[in-house]
């Protein structure tokens, strides 16, 4: 019988490496992952597509979501409405592939409430001096977004303990062979196998 997918949530500071983690990710492992696409009301950054990195959305437009219920869960993050569309992660999970949702921490702890098994994953840079090395690095924010989302970093090192296990993106090859590991035994726990639980159980006093 076929196992069902897993959902794993990758949350981390704004320039941990989330976005370039899980494109090694998927090109190393493309068969067993599926990540899902967000939706997003912040503008497409220079090399951005609409259904690539985001559905890149007006607020009326993510409004209209919330409403039809599409979504799986959704936050505001520095002044943005991002969320996760609820098809797509539906049919990937019966299909029985784990689907990797990149998320923010609020997102990410209601997800954790409606589907308990989800594996949440927290990728940090080994310092906080090299998140902001990265962060200005990328060059894709002004300094004032740079500054909130620094500023936000504080907050979500308060919940990051919350999350099943803390990824350190130092060196990127080990951190995604990390990830693959963690989500691998993932699938090995009990909690995750009550249906096979329930047959050997079945299975044993029918011998
Ligand atoms: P996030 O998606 O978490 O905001 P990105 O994937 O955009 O972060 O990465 C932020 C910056 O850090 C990018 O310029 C990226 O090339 C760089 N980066 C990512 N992982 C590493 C790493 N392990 N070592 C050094 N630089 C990295
Ligand atoms: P960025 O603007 O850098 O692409 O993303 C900003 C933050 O939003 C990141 O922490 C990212 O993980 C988070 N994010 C992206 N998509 C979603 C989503 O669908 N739901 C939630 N809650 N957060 C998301």
Request: aromatic fraction near 8%.
């Amino acid at each position: 019988m076929k196992q069902k997918g897993i959902l794993v949530v990758v949350s981390g500071f704004s320039g941990a490496g989330k976005g370039t983690l899980m494109k090694r990710l998927l090109e190393t492992y493309n068969e067993r992952y599926s990540l899902s696409i967000s939706a997003t009301t912040r503008a497409p950054r220079a090399g951005e597509e609409h259904g690539r990195e985001y559905f890149f959305l007006s607020k009326d437009q993510f409004q209209q979501m919330i409403r039809e219920e599409a979504l799986i869960e959704y936050a505001c993050y520095v002044e943005n409405y991002y969320g996760t569309p609820k098809s797509y992660v539906l049919e990937q999970m019966e299909a029985g592939r784990d689907v990797i949702l990149e998320i923010e921490i609020q997102g990410a702890l209601k997800v954790k409430e409606r589907f308990p098994d989800t594996l949440l994953l927290f990728v940090t840079p080994p310092t906080a001096g090299e998140l902001e090395n990265r962060l200005r690095g990328r060059g894709t924010e002004t300094e004032e977004v740079i500054h909130n989302r620094l500023k936000r970093a504080v907050e979500e090192a308060e919940l990051m303990d919350q999350y099943d296990y803390i990824l350190v993106n130092d060196d990127l090859d080990v951190c995604v062979q990390k990830m693959h590991e963690l989500i691998q035994a993932q699938h090995l726990r009990t909690d995750g196998n009550r249906e096979l639980i329930a047959r050997i159980r079945r299975e044993l006093r029918n011998l």
